[in-house]
Every structure is written in structure tokens, then in C-alpha cells.
């Protein structure tokens, strides 16, 4: 089984973009853990597979006009999805065959 790392990932964004944040990290294949509601905006916690967020800081500015920021550390490893292993391992055979 491959496994893949998860981030804990912390946004904080305006109320307005709180909708498109949120449709980002589930297309990312995020678990949304928590959204905290507080007086300049709303802080949402998820834990999101490293491999969705690489391009992640481009994408959250340009949703949110540059007013979103954003934090992650590791959190652990997950089995991956049967689809996005089986990807991974034929990239890894055509590489192995180029050789």
C-alpha cells in the first residue's frame, strides 16, 4: 500500500472567500477539521496531502485578491486513493523503462 504525508494546513481568509477557500482544499482532496468565525475573518483548518499543495500560494491569493494567508506542517501518513496510486506507479515504470 503506498502511502502519501498529510499536512495540517491552517488558512486565514476574509469572510468574503470563505466558500472558494473551502472548494479549493476539497478539490486539493482536504478534510475541512474546523472553520473558526472571528472579527477580521475566518480561520480554516484542514488536513490536505502534500502533494495538492504545492502551487497552493498563487492559487490562495489569487482567490482572495492577496488577503489570504496560509500555514502547514506535517501531520501523518495515509494510505493514497487507488486512483492517484496507480498513477504514481505507472509514472514510476515509464521512468524506469526510459532508462
Known amino acids: 500500500?503506498?502511502?502519501e504525508p498529510i499536512m495540517n494546513v491552517d488558512v486565514f481568509t476574509p469572510d468574503d472567500y470563505m466558500g472558494d477557500v473551502i472548494g479549493d482544499l476539497n478539490r486539493r482532496r482536504g478534510m475541512i477539521k474546523s472553520q473558526e468565525t472571528g472579527p477580521t475573518g475566518v480561520r480554516i483548518k484542514a488536513d490536505v496531502p502534500l502533494?495538492?499543495?504545492?502551487?497552493?500560494?498563487?492559487?490562495?491569493?489569487t482567490m482572495t485578491s492577496g488577503?489570504?494567508?496560509?500555514?502547514?506542517?506535517?501531520?501523518?501518513?495515509a494510505p493514497c486513493p487507488t486512483n492517484v496510486?496507480?498513477?504514481?506507479?505507472?509514472e514510476t515504470k515509464e521512468r524506469q523503462a526510459a532508462l
Open 1 to 3: 500500500q503506498l502511502l
Open 51 to 61: 502533494s495538492e499543495m504545492f502551487g497552493y500560494i498563487g492559487d490562495l491569493r
Open 67 to 77: 488577503r489570504g494567508q496560509f500555514s502547514m506542517s506535517f501531520s501523518h501518513y
Open 85 to 90: 496510486a496507480e498513477e504514481v506507479i505507472r
